[in-house]
């Protein structure tokens, strides 16, 4: 999966943090986020619509792999 890979170790809830990374990347690559990968350990209840959020120990912690691409399950 291509994407764009964004820091955010701040205190926020984890909804806030996708806001931020996904207004990002919209704004930079006008281009639709559909998925967003995160580490397991950063994971809380969150739902956003029109976006699927996965956990994968293949991201770093505190990290959010923001991607165009649907994920593969």
């Known amino acids: 999966m291509t994407g764009m890979l ?4 701040s205190k926020d809830p984890l909804a806030k943090k996708i806001e931020r990374a ?5 704004n930079k690559y006008a281009k639709t986020v559909r998925t967003v990968i995160i580490h397991p350990q950063d994971a809380e ?3 956003i619509p ?7 120990r ?3 912690r ?8 649907e994920a593969d399950d």
């Open 6 to 9: 964004w820091l955010d170790n």
């Open 50 to 56: 029109g976006i699927s959020i996965h956990p994968s």
């Open 58 to 60: 293949e991201c770093l």
């Open 62 to 69: 505190h990290h959010l792999l923001v991607s165009e691409e």
């Open 22 to 26: 996904v207004a990002y990347y919209q």
């Open 45 to 47: 209840d969150c739902t």
